[in-house]
């Protein structure tokens, strides 16, 4: 496609003043309009036979097929072509979970070698699903200035945005390093876990609680109990996926946030011999997977976890709750991220949670609501101001009284930033393992 630019425009309208000006000093000067206008037809023509043009465009657009949320990829354009000019201007159609609005502009440059022209976008999925990358246009004047040349390239791409890996990698690793004495064999901890291993000579530094004053009168030396860590426990990652958790923080939805951190914690707990569910909830129970307990069942996690859906529904803590532990027919951890804003909202949260701590240990994870915090800190200037600060102080308030009430049931609460929810609930739950009260 070929067609005039603003400049063409401009001064093919500058005819019109100049045959009126003219008629008005010099009637028989006159036709100058005319051949002005003439003339700048005749560069439009000139502009567009020189130059390079778009029809010996070929694009190469490449791009990974699967992403995980909120990580990072490259979508690397190439146009190729015999005459390329030095740069130009590109618009592509894309799907609103990449960039605000589906469409995203820039500009593109030739390589050193002059054989054509490149551009690599990075780009962020902010939702799962499937993402469709849909065309490309890529336009540059002419030599003059008066026209514009451009093409457009169908891509009918379709990227498929899956749960974040990216925390089980390197987070994983870096936790693993980090606790590296609580590995796949069994090792003689001292002064951890709770299933007795064997009698040892006491040594400084042991705990003095574990010496086995019998044994130690029999041999005449102090003799202290070792302990290991327990395994084969069953844990039970449960994703609340209601209307709460569809809203964004951090410029990702909160069920995707959990999704991540779920994932980090399945691999760890399955790295540590542990029985992994994973259990998905809205209005009602979407999903219970097995029991899985070895390391290559982790892709089974990760396919459930990428079924799981935004739904914009309340969550029904009662049925939801009362199916889990209706299903458990051992003591288990499970581990609840949820979001809750008021005390009357999660008043029948707080009473199925009473009735499941009763049998199994209950650790809900929160996302720390950074943007209410800021409200309720910021200094007002108005009474608009004033007015949300009072609302945020009483949101922030009425949330206390929700983690009070739940510590009180017996139950955990861990109220962590969005960008540490992962690490923040794989140590707290390697702190339960190693004081042995799963």
Excluded at 42 to 70: K, N
Excluded at 106 to 122: F, H, K, W, Y
Excluded at 210 to 215: D, H, K, L, M
Excluded at 241 to 260: L, Q, W, Y
């Amino acid at each position: 496609m070929i067609y005039p630019t603003r400049r063409a425009i401009y001064l093919l309208l500058l005819g019109a003043p100049m045959a009126l000006a003219l008629g008005l000093v010099r009637p028989e000067l006159w036709l100058v309009a005319p051949g002005w206008i003439g003339v700048v037809l005749a560069c439009l023509i000139l502009d567009t036979i020189a130059g390079a043009s778009p029809r010996h465009l070929s694009l190469d657009a490449r791009f990974p097929h699967q992403v995980g949320v909120g990580d990072p990829f490259d979508l690397a354009l190439a146009a190729r072509g015999r005459m390329v000019p030095p740069r130009a201007e590109l618009a592509i159609a894309l799907d609103e979970r990449f960039v605000e609005g589906g469409r995203l502009a820039g500009d593109m440059r030739r390589t050193s070698a002059g054989e054509g022209l490149t551009r690599t976008l990075s780009l962020t999925a902010s939702r799962r699903g499937q993402a469709a990358i849909e065309a490309l246009w890529i336009r540059w004047a002419g030599p003059l200035g008066l026209v514009w040349k451009q093409r457009k390239f169908a891509i009918d791409g379709t990227i498929s945005i899956v749960p974040s890996l990216r925390a089980v990698t390197d987070e994983g690793s870096r936790l693993f390093q980090r606790n590296s004495w609580f590995g796949l064999r069994q090792q003689r901890l001292r002064g951890e876990g709770t299933e007795f291993e064997a009698l040892a000579e006491y040594q400084p530094g042991m705990d003095r609680r574990a010496i086995e004053w019998n044994a130690s009168a029999r041999h005449v030396k102090l003799l202290a109990k070792e302990y290991r860590v327990e395994r084969d426990n069953r844990v039970v990652l449960a994703i609340d996926g209601g209307r709460t958790m569809a809203e964004p923080v951090g410029g990702m939805p909160r069920v995707d946030r959990a999704v991540s951190a779920a994932l980090l914690l399945a691999y760890v707990g399955l790295k540590l011999n542990d029985r992994i569910s994973l259990f998905s909830f809205a209005a009602k129970p979407q999903a219970l997977t097995p029991a899985y307990m070895h390391t290559q069942d982790f892709p089974a996690l990760q396919r459930a976890a990428s079924l799981i859906d935004y739904a914009h529904v309340e969550s029904n803590f009662t049925l939801a709750l009362t199916t889990l532990g209706a299903r458990l027919n051992r003591r288990s951890l499970i581990i609840l991220f949820t979001e809750f804003t008021d005390a009357t909202s999660a008043d029948l949260m707080i009473r199925a949670a009473g009735r499941l701590v009763k049998k199994h240990r209950l650790l809900f994870v929160v996302i720390r609501d950074e943007e209410v915090e800021g409200e309720e800190r910021r200094r007002p200037e108005t009474g608009a101001d004033v007015t949300r600060s009072n609302v945020a102080a009483a949101m922030l308030r009425d949330r206390q009284l929700v983690i009070a009430r739940l510590q009180r049931l017996g139950a955990d609460v861990l109220e962590v930033p969005a960008d540490a929810m992962g690490a923040s609930a794989v140590e707290a739950y390697l702190g339960i393992k190693r004081a042995g009260t799963l």
